[in-house]
């Protein structure tokens, strides 16, 4: 539920008072990242905020990419106040960048990730992040191969297993 869940992390920051949220983006070949980025869109819908292509930098899963999309986010003007990375690495480095800059976190920007990987809750502040629960994935995962069922394969609805918000540390109300 890649998709639904980053609506929901959007809308999140948006409860916030978060109106500039921007999105790093992963590697394009990534379907996964492909529906986080659809996900952000939705938030930004939902939540009565204007979609702009400045608010989005293009990542590639890494954490370098992640410090070189926060020093492009944070030269804007007015600069986010919020930072939605497809994954915690780029998450992190978005960090680096803020902390590195005299950037406190979460009160002048907040940052949130994807996939809540022990990363998220070494680095300080702790990284709000999007938890997949990779076990059970991959339990479900191999039941469907194991069966050999094929029509398990195409039941979308019924092999979800759905992830979740783990709110931290790094995320709070937008600046006044």
């Keep these: 539920n890649d998709r639904e869940v980053c609506a929901e992390m959007t809308r999140y920051l948006a409860k916030l008072g978060h ?14 990242v492909g529906n986080r980025f659809l996900g952000y869109q939705d938030g930004l819908a939902a939540s009565g905020l204007e979609f702009s292509e400045e608010l989005v930098a293009a990542g590639n899963n890494s954490f370098d990419s992640g410090q070189v999309c926060a020093e ?9 106040t919020a930072i939605f990375a497809a994954n915690d690495d780029m998450a992190a ?31 300080e502040p702790a990284l709000t992040s999007i938890r997949q629960p990779l076990v059970r994935m991959a339990e479900r995962a191999a039941k469907m191969l194991l069966s050999g069922d094929e029509d398990l394969a195409t039941d979308d609805a019924g092999n979800c297993v759905p992830a979740a918000i783990h709110i931290r540390e790094s995320t709070g109300p937008a600046p006044k």
């Design 72 to 80: 492009k986010l944070r030269e804007q003007k007015p600069r986010p």
């Design 19 to 32: 109106t500039r949220i921007a999105f790093i983006t992963g590697d394009p070949e990534h379907l996964a």
């Design 93 to 123: 480095g978005a960090l680096r960048v803020a902390t590195r800059a005299g950037i406190r976190v979460p009160g002048e920007l907040s940052i949130a990730g994807f996939d809540d990987i022990p990363l998220a809750r070494q680095v």
